[in-house]
């Protein structure tokens, strides 16, 4: 079974920064991609940034410019630093990942983190 563990949310004001992390543990043979995904209260989960093993990265088009995933294969981490940030950026952030591990293939999600951006 894959864990992750997430960690940097919390309160800022607009214009503000945070960085989160994403840890993945387990007997993991090899990890394909990672990334993170958003949801706002009344609204559904939707995709805000993901990076495969090689680096390729994909945003939604209302972080772009604004966010920046990566990863450290060593460490089995995805980090999002996200910048400028917004009242529209509140939401719940969680963390997936998709890879190999020893049982064979998983999908897995992290517990969520807070991000609450004041205005």
């Known amino acids: 079974q894959v864990h992750l563990v997430e960690s940097g949310g919390g309160l800022v004001q607009a214009g503000g920064s945070l960085r989160l992390s994403c840890a993945a543990s387990?007997?993991?043979?090899?990890?394909?991609?990672m990334g993170w995904y958003r949801q706002a209260p009344g609204n559904q989960r939707e995709l805000v940034a993901t990076?495969?093993?090689?680096?390729?990265?994909n945003y939604a088009d209302s972080v772009k410019g604004r966010f920046a995933i990566s990863r450290d294969n060593a460490k089995n981490t995805v980090y999002l630093q996200m910048d400028s940030l917004k009242p529209e950026d509140t939401a719940v952030y969680y963390c997936?990942?998709?890879?190999?591990?020893?049982?064979?293939?998983?999908?897995?999600w992290g517990q969520g983190t807070q991000v609450t951006v004041s205005s």
């Open positions: 990076i495969t093993a090689g680096g390729v990265t």
């Open positions: 997936y990942t998709r890879g190999l591990s020893i049982s064979g293939i998983f999908n897995s």
């Open positions: 387990g007997r993991i043979l090899s990890i394909n991609t």
